[in-house]
Nanobody, 124 residues
Framework: VQLQASGGGLVQPGGSLRLSCAAS????????LGWFRQAPGKEREVVAV????????AYADSVKGRFTISRDYAKNTLYLQMNRLNPEDTSVYYC??????????????????WGQGTLVTVSS
């Protein structure tokens, strides 16, 4: 399984950005895919997770109502739409995948496959 994240950049507070993650090398219907982020000096934390087949989603409290995770079956691509960004959202964002949904969906150690990070900077 290979994951390729893109879409990071510099955005002003209150702005929006959409991240993409191209997935290949697997049949993802039984997978859970998600976005994590890691700021300098901090631990990697979950942002949002989606079950590829069925579309069940889960979000970190800090992004509920602002971020939306989605996927495109035809393109095998995962997305993260980020709205009302604030400086605390500045991080390197990673996409990740594991076989089957887990009740421990928020733990980075549960995910076997990782893409390279893409940097999101929220600053005026």
């Amino acid at each position: 399984v290979q994951l390729q994240a893109s879409g990071g950049g510099l955005v002003q507070p209150g702005g929006s950005l959409r991240l993409s993650c191209a997935a290949s090398g697997g049949s993802f219907n039984d997978y859970a895919l998600g976005w994590f982020r890691q700021a300098p000096g901090k631990e990697r934390e979950v942002v949002a997770v989606i079950r590829w087949g069925g579309g069940r989603t889960a979000y970190a409290d800090s992004v509920k109502g602002r971020f939306t995770i989605s996927r495109d079956y035809a393109k095998n691509t995962l997305y993260l739409q980020m709205n009302r960004l604030n400086p605390e959202d500045t991080s390197v964002y990673y996409c990740a995948a594991r076989i089957r949904w887990t009740t421990n969906w928020g733990s980075a150690s549960e995910y076997n496959y990782w893409g390279q990070g893409t940097l999101v900077t929220v600053s005026s």
